[in-house]
Every structure is written in C-alpha cells, then in structure tokens.
C-alpha cells in the first residue's frame, strides 16, 4: 500500500538558518504530493502541495519539489524564523482510483527554531 | 470565511457513554472526512463521505459511526465510549477526490 516516511524528529535550528526535511513515499498510482503545517494546539494547514513530476510547490518561503525518479518531495526553506516552529506533515493522495480518498500521511516532524 | 468548525474544541466523558463531535462546513465541498490523531501513530482514517448519504469506512472505523444528511455537515458518534477512544479528532473536507483536504481545528476527547 501507499506510504509516506519522513524523518525523523525533533529538529532544533536557530533563526535564519537552512531547513530541510526529507520525505520519501511509496505509491501505487501517479500521487498528488502534500506538505502540511500544525502549530500548537491547531489544526492541519495546508502549506503547498504538487500534482505531478517536477512540480515546484511553494509558499511562505516554503518550496519542495516532486522527485519521482527518487520519490522525494523534501520540505525546504531558505531561512527559518521562530514562527515557523510547528509540526510538518507530507502527505499523499494516491488517485489511482482504489480507495478511499485518504491522505496517506508521514508521521510528522517536529521543528522548534530557536532566536 | 468560516470554512470548515468543529465542535465542541474539548470534551471530557465517561466510558460508556455517547458522544457526537459535530463538523460543518461551508464551501459545500462533497467529500469530508473524520480522522483522529495520536502520538505514535500520526493521523488515520475513521470514516468518509463522498456526498449526503453516501459514507464508508477509514483504516480505523470500530466504535464510531458517522451519518450525512446534509453536504455541509458530517457527524461523527462514539456510541459507548473507552478510553482507547481518547484522542484528538480532525475533520477535513475536499472538493474533488484526490485533491488537497482542509482540516478543521480539532476536537480533543477525553474518556475517563
């Protein structure tokens, strides 16, 4: 079946430094790919997403790429601030047509940036 | 903009009885969702819906029971409540299959 795998966490940076969070899936179908941002005690925002290979998602900063020769979309941003410390979440939507219309999600990793 | 609200935000109960979390959303989107997220195990499938009337069970569907009698809500009932129930719940919806869900801000449930 579909699988999301990122890695592991927590991750500390300080201010203004290089993030990247690596995500790998697995995927029966051509998948629409997910990156999804929770701060304390909120839910899942969507922070960029991309629908086929090659595809740059970006926002706030935020970009990733769909890699599918390495089945990637790595999480990347230029230079962190405190108020992106938050819990990342990649994510897949496998429209092959089986299923239940489920996001398949990583397990998360949790980022704290420090001043 | 109200997009997608859950309710209640907290809830404490007992094992046994019944809960109903409420979800409503306003975009009219079709497809909506129930999932509930621990520690450990990120965030899994309870049931969906693809329109009123129609719903299916997720990954993780046992005790709980879902109804669609209107597109905008989608509410989710524990009929007799354990304490493997205590959990934070999400409810997201979408507007086509496979596209990008939006989550509501989640409902916290405690099963003393």
């Known amino acids: 079946g579909d699988s999301v795998t990122q890695m592991e966490g927590p991750v500390t940076l300080s201010e203004e430094a290089f993030l990247t969070i690596n995500c790998t899936y697995t995927?029966?179908?051509?998948?629409?790919l997910f990156w999804y941002v929770q701060y304390p005690g909120e839910g899942l925002q969507l922070l960029l997403k991309?629908?086929?290979?090659?595809d740059k998602g970006s926002n706030k900063g935020f970009e990733a790429t769909y890699r599918k020769e390495t089945t990637s979309f790595h999480l990347e941003k230029g230079s962190v601030q405190v108020s992106d410390s938050a819990v990342y979440f990649c994510a897949l939507s496998d429209g092959s047509g089986a299923g239940s219309y489920q996001l398949t999600f990583g397990k998360g990793t949790k980022l704290s940036v420090i001043p | 903009d109200a997009g997608i609200t859950q309710s209640p935000r907290y809830k404490i109960t007992e094992t046994g009885r019944q809960v109903t979390l409420m979800c409503h959303q306003t975009?009219?989107?079709?497809?909506m969702f129930w999932y509930r997220q621990d520690l450990g195990h990120g965030l899994r499938l309870i049931y969906y819906?693809?329109?009123?009337?129609?719903?299916d069970k997720g990954e993780v569907p046992d005790g709980y029971v879902v109804s669609r009698s209107k597109t905008e809500n989608f509410p989710l009932t524990l009929e007799s409540a354990t304490r493997s129930q205590t959990s934070v719940y999400f409810c997201?919806?979408?507007?086509?299959?496979?596209?990008?869900?939006?989550f509501g801000p989640g409902t916290r449930l405690t099963v003393t």
């Open positions: 997201a919806s979408s507007e086509k299959p496979y596209y990008e869900q939006y």
């Open positions: 995927a029966t179908g051509y998948p629409s």
């Open positions: 819906s693809a329109a009123a009337d129609i719903t």
């Open positions: 975009w009219s989107h079709s497809y």
């Open positions: 991309a629908t086929k290979a090659d």
